[in-house]
Nanobody
Framework: QVQLVESGGGLVQAGDSLRLSCAAS????????MGWFRQAPGKEREFVAT????????YYADSVKGRFTISRDNAANTVYLQMNSLKPEDTAVYSC?????????????????WGQGTQVTVSS
């Protein structure tokens, strides 16, 4: 089992950057597929990005491709989301998640463990 704690959210202006962190505790972090999801007010949670256990494979939602970068440091048990060129429509609660299964899962229900989320607000 793994526990996840996100940090790094905040209030920024359009065009700014933020880096979110997700610190994991517990065993086996380096064996988990990690993902970032977000939920805007009044909307369902949506997939943002995912990274394979080794970090060699990454996949992004079309809405963030080219602006966001997911990375991980297995020695530090941490996964990151670098967000550049932020837009007001990126405003949401961002949550990281861990998937004990195989690569290629992008659905919320496929992830086993979740953090509490961190708020990102982008003003225009």
């Amino acid at each position: 089992q793994v526990q996840l704690v996100e940090s790094g959210g905040g209030l920024v202006q359009a065009g700014d950057s933020l880096r979110l962190s997700c610190a994991a505790s517990g065993r086996g972090f380096s064996s988990y597929v990690m993902g970032w999801f977000r939920q805007a007010p009044g909307k369902e949670r949506e997939f943002v990005a995912t990274i394979s256990p080794s970090g060699s494979m990454r996949y992004y939602a079309d809405s963030v491709k080219g602006r966001f970068t997911i990375s991980r440091d297995n020695a530090a048990n941490t996964v990151y989301l670098q967000m550049n060129s932020l837009k007001p429509e990126d405003t949401a609660v961002y949550s990281c998640a861990a998937d004990a299964g195989s690569w290629g899962r992008f659905k919320e229900y496929e992830y086993d463990y979740w953090g509490q989320g961190t708020q990102v607000t982008v003003s225009s």
